[in-house]
C-alpha cells in the first residue's frame, strides 16, 4: 500500500462506518492532496505502445477523462484526454491528437485488471464513441461506496470522506484540447484518476455493511432527495402566493385542515375581493390563520386566560399537533373590518401544518381562511373536489399537497368570551 493511505490520519478505522455525506464548507478547510508521482503525457502515437505495456502489467487502474467545456446547451465535444494511474504513476493520453489506439482500447476490455472510475459509465461511452470496445472488469465508485455507508457521489467529498483531505477541482473546466497541457492541468488530471484508485484500495480494506443496512440507507436517501426537492419546489410556491397577496390577490391554498381561499386579512379591497370571488355576503365573519400564538396579540388587544390556556394545549408536542383548533375572540383590531362578525369577534388560529405556517410567516399578517368553495356549496375535502369555476377566478392556486387525497377535517371552533367562558360551536 503506498504511503500516502499508510500516512493518512483520517481514515477511519476498519471498525468504524464511513459518514454519509459531508459539507463543502468542512471539505474547503481540509489539508490539500495531490497526485505527487511521475506524470507521463502521451501525445505522439509512438508512445502508447510502452505506456500500454506498463499499464498491463498492473492490477489496478484509476480512470478519469476530461473533455473540452461546453458552456452553450446542447453542443458536446469529444473526450480529448484519458488519464490511467497507479500509485505511483499516471499516463496522460492526450486523445484529441493521437486518438483511441486499438492497443489502448484493448485495455478497457482487458478482464484481468481492475479499471476503477467515477461515473465510469460516462467517461467509458466518451471513449467507445472513439474507438468501439467492450468493457470488462470496470467498476465505477459510485455504485461501490453505498456498500461502506458513503452516500456522497462527487470524487472531492468522497475523497473527503474516505481521507480527511481534498482533492483541489480548479483545472475542471479549462481548455483541455489546448496545443499543450499546462503543469496545473497536468497534475489536476493526474490527481482526479489516482484519487478514483485510492479510494478503491481504501474501501477494499474496509468493512461492508449488511445488505439490508445498504438498501435502508438507499431508501433513506431516495426519500431525503425526494422531500429536499418538495421543500424546493414549496418554497417557490410560496413566494409566488406571497407576491400575489402582498397585491392584493385571492389565493387557493392547502391550510392544516381542508384547502382553503385566502387574501391579506388587513386589506379591505382584497377581502372585497375574495368575498365577491365566493359569493358570499359581506356580513358573514370569516377566520385568520397566523403562525404563531406571539402573533396574536398584534390583532386581540386583550388575550383571555381560557384562551391563552387552549392556545398552549393546542401547541405541538415533540413535533406531533392535536386537532387544529380555531378560537374566536371577542374582539379585535389591525384587520380588515369586514371579516368581523356583527358582535366585532374574529376568529383566529394558529396554523402548525408546514406550508400554511410558513405561508403566514412570509406573509408577516394574518391570512384569511374561508373554505375553497361557493356561498351555501359544499365544503371540499380535498383539492379535486374544489368546483373548477373557482380555481378559475382566484388569482393564484397553490402547487403544494394537490395529490393529497385523505380527506380533510374542519377544524374545532371554541369561543372564548371577555369573562373567560367559552362556548363549543363546533368540537
Not at 431508501?219 to 413566494?239: S, T, W
Request: negative net charge; hydrophobic residues 40%.
Amino acid at each position: 500500500m503506498c504511503a500516502f493511505l499508510e500516512n493518512a490520519p483520517i481514515l477511519m478505522e476498519h471498525t468504524k462506518q464511513f459518514v454519509h455525506h459531508i459539507s463543502k464548507e468542512l471539505v474547503n478547510l481540509m489539508p490539500l492532496a495531490q497526485f505527487d508521482g511521475e506524470t507521463i503525457i502521451v501525445d505522439q502515437p509512438e508512445q502508447v505502445d510502452e505506456a500500454v505495456a506498463y499499464l498491463r502489467s498492473c492490477t489496478v487502474l484509476g480512470i478519469d477523462t476530461e473533455a473540452r467545456p461546453s458552456f452553450t446547451r446542447g453542443i458536446h465535444y469529444p473526450t480529448a484526454l484519458v488519464q490511467i494511474a497507479t500509485e505511483q504513476r499516471c499516463y496522460l493520453f492526450r486523445l484529441n491528437k493521437i486518438g483511441l489506439s486499438p492497443n489502448l482500447a484493448k485495455l478497457f476490455s482487458n478482464k484481468q485488471i481492475c479499471k476503477v472510475g467515477l461515473a465510469f459509465k460516462d467517461d467509458l461511452n466518451g471513449l467507445r464513441r472513439l474507438h468501439d470496445f467492450k468493457p470488462a472488469n470496470c467498476i465505477d465508485l459510485q455504485s461501490l461506496v453505498a456498500r461502506y455507508g458513503i452516500l456522497d457521489l462527487g470524487l472531492q467529498k468522497i475523497f473527503a470522506i474516505v481521507f480527511g483531505k481534498k482533492i483541489s477541482k480548479s483545472q475542471q473546466l479549462t481548455n483541455w484540447e489546448a496545443d499543450t497541457l499546462t503543469p496545473e492541468q497536468a497534475r489536476y488530471a493526474a490527481t482526479d484518476a489516482w484519487a478514483t484508485l485510492l479510494i478503491y484500495n481504501a474501501l477494499l480494506d474496509s468493512k461492508q455493511l449488511p445488505n439490508r443496512e445498504v438498501e435502508q440507507l438507499k431508501f433513506a436517501e431516495r426519500e431525503a432527495q425526494v422531500q429536499h426537492q418538495l421543500d424546493i419546489n414549496m418554497h417557490k410556491d410560496i413566494d409566488v402566493a406571497i407576491d400575489v397577496l402582498n397585491n392584493g390577490g385571492v389565493i387557493l391554498y392547502p391550510t392544516d385542515t381542508v384547502w382553503g381561499l385566502g387574501c391579506d386579512a388587513t386589506n379591505d379591497e382584497a377581502v372585497a375581493k375574495l368575498f365577491r370571488l365566493k359569493q358570499r355576503d359581506k356580513g358573514k365573519s370569516v377566520l385568520v390563520l397566523v403562525d404563531s400564538p406571539e402573533r396574536i396579540a398584534d390583532y386581540i388587544p386583550v388575550i383571555p386566560d381560557a384562551a391563552a390556556n387552549l392556545l398552549e394545549v393546542s401547541a405541538p408536542e415533540e413535533g406531533v399537533a392535536p386537532k387544529p383548533i380555531t378560537l374566536i375572540y371577542p374582539e379585535a383590531r389591525n384587520v380588515s373590518p369586514s371579516i368581523l362578525a356583527e358582535d366585532g369577534s374574529l376568529g383566529i388560529r394558529v396554523t402548525y401544518e408546514k406550508f400554511s405556517n410558513l405561508l403566514c410567516h412570509q406573509l408577516g399578517k394574518p391570512l384569511v381562511s374561508t373554505s375553497a368553495n361557493f356561498a351555501g356549496r359544499p365544503t371540499p375535502k380535498a383539492f379535486c373536489e374544489i368546483d373548477a369555476k373557482l380555481l378559475e377566478s382566484v388569482d393564484y392556486v397553490c402547487r403544494s399537497r394537490r395529490s393529497e387525497n385523505k380527506p380533510a377535517q374542519p377544524s374545532s371552533i371554541i369561543k372564548v368570551n371577555s369573562d373567560n367562558s367559552i362556548t363549543i360551536i363546533r368540537p
